[in-house]
């Protein structure tokens, strides 16, 4: 598929088929990974391939047992990684405290977020299907542990593919108008908001999510439901600790 058409048909797929992903293709899906912009040359990350179901199902109860954590042929998991830069300047005998900080931890984040965007792309273009598992952020120390990350190295995206095995329509999304200022921030009044949102409000998928667990509206069922406050400072704690004792 031309590039453009790739990315404009993108939905996440959430089942596959058992059918495995060829080696040749997991290859330049790989290549397409490590090849994006990165900070300085440094190819501040790494990803760690998962095919073994048995490793999956190990995962499994981290990414909170969704089906796609499991039901995908391939796992691939996205680490901002300052590890191997520290071994290069270890083996130069040259100190390597520049880059135990939040600034080196915002590059590495970046790299591993490029390759993991770079790695969907390519692998839509191949006919593959994806979704993300945002759950890779949530127990970290977990996932450090069974995928054994060394210091300074910190998983930030994880991505399931496979063959698609379910047909959907594309996922109703903002106007794009709504997303973009020309040359400075233009910010939005009330008018605008009720515009911008009203087909996410509309769109069946959240309008059945509201009426079912009654939260009223849309934001609300965000708010109160879907990404509650005292889940994200839970995990948000748990992340800021793993990133600074890692070496971050
Ligand atoms: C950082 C991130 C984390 C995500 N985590 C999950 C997840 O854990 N489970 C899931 O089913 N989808 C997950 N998604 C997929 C989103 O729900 C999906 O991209 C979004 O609803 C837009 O739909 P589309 O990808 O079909 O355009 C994640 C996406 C991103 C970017």
């Given at each position: 598929?031309?590039?453009i058409?790739?990315?404009l048909g ?8 058992e059918q495995p992903?060829?080696?040749e293709i997991l290859?330049k899906?790989?290549?397409a ?8 040359g440094?190819?501040l990350?790494?990803?760690?391939v ?6 999956m199902?190990?995962m499994?109860?981290l990414h ?7 039901n995908?042929?391939?796992i691939?998991t996205?680490?901002?990684?300052f590890h191997?830069?520290?071994r290069?300047?270890?083996?130069r005998?040259?100190?390597t405290?520049?880059?135990?900080n939040?600034?080196a931890?915002q590059?590495?984040?970046t790299d ?8 969907c792309?390519?692998a839509?273009?191949?006919g593959?299907?994806l979704c993300w ?5 949530y127990n970290?120390?977990q ?8 210091k300074h190295?910190i998983?930030t995206a994880?991505?399931?593919i496979?063959y698609?095995?379910q047909?959907i329509?594309?996922t109703?999304?903002?106007p794009?108008?709504s997303?973009?200022?020309q040359e400075?921030?233009r910010?939005y009044n ?5 515009n911008m949102y009203?087909?996410l409000?509309?769109d ?6 509201v009426?079912e667990?009654k939260?009223g ?12 406050k005292e889940?994200n400072e ?7 600790k793993a ?6």
């Open positions: 598929m031309e590039t058409e790739t990315l993108h939905r996440s797929i959430r089942q596959f088929k992903i060829e080696d290859d899906i790989l290549q990974a490590c090849n994006g912009s990165t900070l300085g440094m190819q990350f790494s990803i760690i998962t095919k073994d179901k048995a490793m199902e190990k499994a109860p909170f047992n969704q089906p796609i954590a499991t995908a042929p391939l691939l996205f680490c901002a990684d191997r830069f520290d290069f300047c270890e083996c005998d040259v100190p405290d520049a880059y135990s939040f600034q931890y590059w590495a984040v591993s977020i490029i390759a993991a965007q770079n790695a792309v390519a839509e273009s191949f593959l299907g598992l945002g759950t890779i952020t970290v120390p996932f450090i542990e069974i995928l054994q990350l060394p190295v998983p994880c991505i399931a496979g698609p095995d047909q329509p594309l109703t999304k903002l794009v108008r997303l973009i200022h400075s921030y910010d009330d008018t605008d908001i009720n009203a087909a409000e509309k069946t998928h959240n309008a059945t999510a009426a667990n939260t509206n849309l934001a609300n069922d965000y708010v109160s439901r879907r990404y509650k889940d839970y995990f948000s704690n748990i992340l800021y990133v600074k004792e890692q070496g971050f």
